[in-house]
Every structure is written in structure tokens, then in C-alpha cells.
């Protein structure tokens, strides 16, 4: 007779907690405040180059505030998708988190990983059939909210309330 009266464990309860521990150590471990301020100063930093560009075109180069627009996002998204050919981007976002994913080089990221990933399934099956594996939802779910949004801008004119 056993003095702690504890069953013997069995095969399938050991494999649990050997599973349990294996989880718990290789889960990594993160500090929100610490997470949000290192997005804080990522987006922070993307937003402040983006402005920079924005204060060369109009100043320097004597562009209207829409074209001067229209360069920042070029420049971003080229920048993006350049850090993202060079493996420099994933280790961004992977300090950065959500400060790197939200704005417009996330987006250009994204699709630009998906192109370089399956660039070995070739033009057609690899690129043209995956690029928009990740961007496609919010494209289409981008369109169908400015659809609908479009659609309630339009009834509110009707009725005079807009």
C-alpha cells in the first residue's frame, strides 16, 4: 500500500505533461507594455520616413500635396518590398510586430512574401496564383466595405441627410 494514495500515472498522462512542459518552454515569452512601445516607436519610425518624403517632395521639389502623396506610398512600398526581397522586413515585423505590419509596407510586404515564396512553382501556379494569398481578403473585404459605405453615403444624399 502506497502512504500518498496517488494513483501510478499512466503511459498517455506522462505524454501530457511531457507535452505540457515541451510547450511551456519553447512558447516564447513577451511583455506587453514592453511589445506595444517597440510597435509604438516601428510605426512611429515608417510614419516619420513616410513624412520625410512627403516634406522633400512638396518642399524640395516643388510637388502638389497629392503627388507628393502619391511618391511617399511608391517609395514606402518599394522600400518594403526591397527589405522583404533581402529577408530584412520578417525581422522587422518581428521586433516591430504590429507597428510594422499595420501601415502600407505591411500590406506591400505581404504580398511581396507571398510572390518570393512561391516563386519556385513558377509565373503562373507560384506568383500569379498565390501573391494575393494574404492581401486578397483585405482587398476584397476593402472594396465591399467602400462598396457598402459608398452605397450608404449615396441613400443618406437621397434623403437629405448628407
Given at each position: 500500500?502506497?502512504?500518498?494514495?496517488?494513483?501510478?500515472?499512466t503511459?498517455?498522462e506522462?505524454?501530457e505533461?511531457?507535452?505540457?512542459?515541451?510547450?511551456?518552454?519553447?512558447?516564447?515569452?513577451?511583455?506587453?507594455?514592453?511589445?506595444?512601445?517597440?510597435?509604438?516607436?516601428t510605426?512611429?519610425i515608417?510614419?516619420?520616413?513616410?513624412?520625410c518624403?512627403m516634406n522633400?517632395?512638396?518642399?524640395?521639389?516643388?510637388?502638389?500635396?497629392?503627388?507628393?502623396?502619391?511618391?511617399c506610398?511608391?517609395?514606402?512600398?518599394?522600400?518594403?518590398?526591397?527589405?522583404?526581397?533581402?529577408?530584412?522586413?520578417?525581422?522587422?515585423v518581428?521586433?516591430g510586430?504590429?507597428?510594422?505590419?499595420?501601415?502600407?509596407?505591411?500590406?506591400?510586404?505581404?504580398?511581396a512574401?507571398?510572390?518570393i515564396?512561391?516563386?519556385?512553382e513558377?509565373?503562373?501556379?507560384g506568383?500569379?496564383?498565390?501573391?494575393f494569398?494574404?492581401?486578397?481578403?483585405?482587398?476584397?473585404?476593402?472594396?465591399?466595405?467602400?462598396?457598402?459605405?459608398?452605397?450608404?453615403?449615396?441613400?443618406?444624399?437621397?434623403?437629405?441627410?448628407?
Amino acid at each position: 500500500m502506497t502512504q500518498n494514495n496517488q494513483k501510478p500515472q499512466t503511459t498517455q498522462e506522462k505524454r501530457e505533461q511531457d507535452y505540457k512542459k515541451h510547450v511551456e518552454q519553447v512558447t516564447p515569452k513577451y511583455s506587453l507594455p514592453i511589445q506595444m512601445v517597440k510597435a509604438f516607436v516601428t510605426g512611429g519610425i515608417i510614419c516619420l520616413l513616410g513624412q520625410c518624403i512627403m516634406n522633400y517632395a512638396t518642399n524640395q521639389m516643388g510637388l502638389d500635396k497629392e503627388t507628393a502623396a502619391s511618391w511617399c506610398s511608391m517609395l514606402l512600398v518599394l522600400a518594403s518590398v526591397l527589405l522583404t526581397g533581402f529577408n530584412l522586413y520578417p525581422k522587422l515585423v518581428e521586433w516591430g510586430g504590429g507597428g510594422a505590419l499595420v501601415p502600407i509596407t505591411g500590406f506591400a510586404n505581404s504580398v511581396a512574401s507571398a510572390a518570393i515564396e512561391y516563386q519556385k512553382e513558377g509565373q503562373v501556379f507560384g506568383i500569379g496564383c498565390k501573391i494575393f494569398t494574404i492581401a486578397g481578403p483585405v482587398i476584397l473585404f476593402g472594396i465591399v466595405t467602400s462598396w457598402g459605405l459608398g452605397v450608404i453615403y449615396w441613400i443618406g444624399k437621397l434623403l437629405g441627410m448628407v
